[in-house]
């Protein structure tokens, strides 16, 4: 369970509130045989694959995975932190969290957000008061931005001197120890501190839900004293980690109520000078290449991605980065596409030499993953000879290992077949299964007939799905000697019948939540939404007879143990426990 708060506060916040309302009030839900369904509003769709369950208190997508309760509901769509989503839900019924370590946190990381948002309009005031402003407004004029976009951006100034901000805010060592841990300030190896962003042009960046969590500033001009950097980013702060936020995506958010593509550019400048030719729906990373997080947000954003990358090497480079992060995301309802853009040029500089228009038809051009990522494989082999296209497929078949099995991985292997020239039956012989497919969840649709699975796992997806079945288990053996049994899973089972022991009024919701943050946590939310082809009444006999032979299968392994020693050393108990097997 994450953070401090008491996991029995958790498990009676959810009994009390319901993760249909929750998800209602966000996204209506329209009724479906028992449970609810709507379009995801994780990724995009035409057909409902949504589903919340008011008997379970969870929602799942079929579509793209998307689970968990009323918490993680909170989480993923509101963008709030774990203590924050219990604060949340816990006011709607007027519960009060109880004080621990990990109230601190959350009105500690808010104080921080206040702060920075304070920092922003001290930065716009500057812009607009300051006697060295001119300057600024002059560069902003020369690369073509307007007022509108300027205020839209929240874009202030950081005048030259060494302690604007620290005098401003720096007040008292309280103070100064919070500007400290919002990345404002510096310290040099004399231990002098001093503002970190100085005689820059200052880019507030803001979270997905429009909060300040650091901030972007640029140099007037590339010539720079003593070798420092063009771009200087915020730190990782507690607030702000480089590898989650993008710039740029909550204005575009703002401004297009429903996205249908985003621009990944490089720099805040790209985003702000698209965004002045209207073109409202690009975003960068900060300083870093795109990550897996990064593309997890996109893709349920939009479904049109458009990598747009300087041509030259780098660019290239930083390109296929993004491609191999993308891997084991490939195979959703959405298209990832790269755009590359003449050497020495980028979105800035295009869109204000050709228009709005030419550039996004430059963007129709761009190129479909497949097409990028074999582009880029087949440039390092001679594919004319037959030495050149077995040296292909063993290049590639890394990288394939990491493709989600679907359609889509079959048709990578179907082109790579065609382009090595080799039949696809031979050439599947040699690749080894992918990754995703070792730990892919069960079927949605039930296509596994539940006699193929374990009777552990059956056991386990019974209690997570029906848990008020666990009262009725007198007749089902010894939990202790089962849990004897070498089995990965066992302790997760044990530890079911524990809790519902002990708590024989938790729900499937709160029985997920005890998994947060665990090595098991997407094990339990796929088994919490696993198909089973029983019902009504067979349920509990099968969970007891699965229960039963668990007992005899650590019965087995208890006799071969006892009978592996040497007799001379058993002790009389363990004589009379080999007598007593049967």
């Avoid at 008292?172 to 962003?197: C, E, I, V, W």
């Avoid at 979270?207 to 972007?216: A, P, S, T």
């Avoid at 500033?217 to 730190?235: A, F, I, M």
């Avoid at 004319?384 to 991985?409: M, W």
Wanted: charged share 20%.
């Amino acid at each position: 369970m994450a953070g401090q708060i008491p996991s029995q506060f958790i498990d009676e916040l959810l009994s009390r509130i319901d993760v249909v309302d929750i998800v209602d009030a966000r996204v209506p839900l329209k009724k479906s045989g028992k449970n609810l369904s709507a379009c995801c509003p994780f990724h995009n769709e035409k057909t409902p694959s949504f589903t919340v369950s008011r008997e379970k208190q969870f929602y799942h997508c079929f579509g793209c995975g998307a689970h968990g309760s009323a918490i993680s509901f909170l989480m993923e769509y509101d963008q709030l932190s774990f203590p924050e989503s219990i604060h949340e839900l816990a006011d709607s019924v007027g519960m009060k969290v109880p004080t621990t370590h990990s109230a601190a946190p959350v009105q500690n990381q808010q104080s921080l957000y206040d702060l920075l948002g304070k920092v922003s309009q001290y930065y716009v005031h500057q812009l607009q008061n300051h006697a060295q402003k001119g300057d600024f407004n002059q560069y902003i004029q020369q690369r073509g931005l307007s007022t509108e976009i300027v205020e839209r951006f929240q874009i202030g100034m950081a005048p030259d001197g060494w302690d604007n901000v620290l005098r401003t805010f720096g007040g008292d060592p309280a103070s100064q120890a919070q500007l400290d841990k919002t990345g404002m300030l510096s310290h040099n190896d004399s231990g002098k501190t001093y503002d970190r962003f100085r005689n820059r042009l200052m880019f507030p960046i803001h979270d997905r839900r429009g909060r300040i969590v650091g901030f972007g500033g640029r140099v007037l001009d590339d010539s720079l004293e003593g070798g420092g950097p063009k771009y200087l980013n915020s730190p990782e702060t507690p607030i702000f980690h480089k590898s989650n936020e993008l710039y740029g995506l909550y204005h575009a958010r703002q401004q297009n109520r429903k996205l249908t593509q985003i621009i990944i550019v490089e720099g805040y400048m790209d985003v702000v000078a698209l965004a002045e030719q209207g073109i409202n729906h690009a975003v960068a990373t900060l300083g870093t290449a795109t990550t897996p997080d990064h593309l997890r947000q996109l893709i349920r954003t939009a479904p049109d991605i458009v990598f747009c990358f300087d041509g030259d090497r780098a660019g290239r480079e930083a390109a296929w980065r993004a491609a191999e992060n993308a891997l084991p995301l490939l195979g959703g309802n959405y298209q990832l596409r790269f755009l590359f853009l003449p050497d020495g040029e980028d979105p800035d500089s295009m869109v204000r030499q050709e228009g709005a228009d030419a550039f996004l038809a430059r963007v129709d051009t761009a190129l479909p993953f497949s097409d990028f990522f074999f582009n880029t494989l087949e440039s390092r082999v001679d594919c004319n000879s037959l030495d050149g296209r077995a040296r292909l497929i063993e290049i590639t078949k890394p990288y394939l290992q990491h493709v989600p099995a679907s359609s889509y991985r079959d048709m990578l292997e179907q082109r790579l077949a065609d382009t090595a020239k080799t039949n696809l039956t031979q050439l599947k012989s040699r690749l080894t299964p992918p990754l995703a497919a070792q730990t892919r969840a069960p079927s949605p649709m039930g296509q596994k007939k539940n006699q193929t699975l374990s009777p552990l796992r059956i056991a386990i997806t019974i209690l997570l799905q029906h848990p008020d079945l666990a009262s009725q288990l007198e007749q089902a053996g010894e939990p202790l000697l089962i849990a004897t049994l070498e089995r990965p899973g066992i302790a997760v089972l044990i530890a079911l019948l524990e809790s519902l022991a002990t708590s024989p009024q938790l729900n499937t919701a709160a029985l997920v939540e005890r998994w947060r943050d665990t090595p098991s946590e997407q094990h339990i939310h796929h088994l919490a939404y696993a198909s089973l082809s029983f019902a009504g009444e067979e349920l509990l006999g099968e969970l007891i007879g699965c229960l039963n032979q668990l007992q005899q299968q650590a019965k087995q392994q208890r006799h071969g143990l006892l009978s592996d020693k040497p007799f001379n050393t058993l002790t009389d108990a363990e004589k009379q426990e080999l007598k007593d097997f049967k």
